[in-house]
Each structure stands twice: as structure tokens, then as C-alpha cells.
């Protein structure tokens, strides 16, 4: 069983700090995905990195697949009460498709206080 | 263009009856897959269905069972309903990329 662990698990911050969320897992992905999910509401996809230490950036959030493609980490520069939700990590197998089976984590519920 | 829409929105059963979860996928999908996500977990995958049978399979028991009609919309059947079966039924559809997912289906069981 390919299974990714997420860390922390709560993140409380206030407005304007940094924070990094990671994702990590002893099996190889082929592609790690990251989505941010709000209440009453379904995954909206971040981003998808395939490449071993790949590095993506989307405004105020980068992401960073390992050079192993075993783990992941998405970092937010300057977090505003707006990024609040709850951050999970997907990965796809090797072999896999990226419409195929996800592999989640138990993802991160991240608060930020204004 | 609509997006993933399930239905409904909200359910409640009690335990051993069953359930019947509604999914249409985004226009011009092909793909639809089913997501287990019980509160404060992140969602684990039942199954997929493309051209009207199952592709793949998650590690559920056979209770779960789904069906795709030629319009590429989906049904998620749950019998003998138990307790731990409460969660956030989610659907996500894909043509040859990526999954959208739908709100999901908040099912109780009581």
C-alpha cells in the first residue's frame, strides 16, 4: 500500500507569515498533485509536479516535488486569512494516470488569523 | 459549462439500509471515479468507471458498488449501511487529464 503522510496536521498562524506544509512518502510517484479544499466544497487542483525536485510556483505559494519523487512540499510566503482551508497532497503510481487512482494524505487544515 | 454536480447534496439513513449517490460529470468527461473522505481524513478512492464498467478498484468491500450509464453520469450504491460509513462521498470526473471533483454528498448514518 502506497501511503502519504502529511505534516503538520494543524497549522494556526497570523496574517503574514510563512509556512510550509510536506508530504512525504517511502514509495516513488510518478507525479504528486496538491489541492486545497474549502468546507461544503470539493478538491480544487494547485498543481501538478512530475519531475524529480521540480520546482513550481503559483503567486505566494511554491511547490517542490523531491528529487526521489517520494515526497513534496508546498511553501506560503506571506499567508493571508483568504488561504485558509484544508491542503492535501495526492500522488499518482508509477504506471498510473493522472485520471487514474489518487493516493491522498490525511491532509493539513491551515488558519490563518488576520 | 456546469461542473461536477452531485446529488444530493445531504443524506440520512440508519444502519443496514441502503443508499444510491448521483454524479454527472463535467462536459465532455468520460471518467468518473469515487471518493470515500471520512471528517478529518483526506479522500480514499473506491472506484472508476469508464465506457460503462469498472477500471479500478479501491480497497472497499463489495457493498460498494457503482454503475456508469452511456451519458457518462455515475451511481454509488452502499448496502447494509454501517455506522463508519459516514462521510463525504466526493465524485471527480477527467476526459484524458485532470480530475475536477464535484461538492460532494455528506451522507449520516445513524
Known amino acids: 500500500t502506497q501511503l502519504l503522510e502529511q505534516s503538520p496536521q494543524f497549522l494556526s498562524i497570523q496574517e503574514g507569515e510563512n509556512l510550509t506544509v510536506y508530504c512525504n512518502s517511502s514509495?516513488?510517484?510518478?507525479?504528486l498533485q496538491w489541492y486545497r479544499q474549502e468546507p461544503g466544497e470539493g478538491p480544487v487542483l494547485l498543481v501538478t509536479?512530475?519531475?524529480?525536485?521540480e520546482v513550481k510556483k503559483l503567486k505566494r505559494l511554491t511547490f517542490q516535488f523531491g528529487d526521489a519523487r517520494k515526497d513534496s512540499s508546498l511553501h506560503i510566503t506571506a499567508a493571508q486569512p483568504g488561504d485558509t482551508g484544508l491542503y492535501l497532497c495526492?500522488?499518482?503510481?508509477?504506471?498510473?494516470?493522472?485520471?487514474?487512482?489518487?493516493?491522498f494524505g490525511q491532509g493539513t487544515i491551515l488558519t490563518v488569523h488576520p | 459549462d456546469a461542473g461536477v454536480t452531485q446529488s444530493p447534496t445531504h443524506l440520512i439513513k440508519t444502519r443496514g439500509q441502503q443508499v444510491t449517490l448521483r454524479c454527472s460529470p463535467k462536459s465532455g468527461h468520460d471518467t468518473v471515479s469515487w471518493y470515500q473522505q471520512a471528517l478529518g481524513q483526506g479522500p480514499q478512492f473506491i472506484f472508476q468507471?469508464?465506457?460503462?464498467?469498472?477500471?479500478q478498484r479501491g480497497n472497499f468491500p463489495d457493498r460498494f458498488s457503482g454503475h456508469q450509464f452511456p451519458n457518462y453520469s455515475s451511481e454509488l450504491n452502499v448496502n447494509a449501511l454501517l455506522l463508519g460509513d459516514s462521510a463525504l462521498y466526493l465524485c471527480?470526473?477527467?476526459?484524458?487529464?485532470?480530475?475536477?471533483f464535484g461538492p460532494g454528498t455528506r451522507l449520516l448514518v445513524l
Open positions: 471527480a470526473s477527467s476526459g484524458a487529464g485532470t480530475q475536477y
Open positions: 468507471y469508464y465506457e460503462e464498467e469498472e477500471r
Open positions: 495526492a500522488g499518482v503510481k508509477v504506471g498510473g494516470t493522472s485520471y487514474g487512482k489518487l493516493t
Open positions: 509536479v512530475v519531475t524529480g525536485g
Open positions: 514509495s516513488v510517484f510518478s507525479s
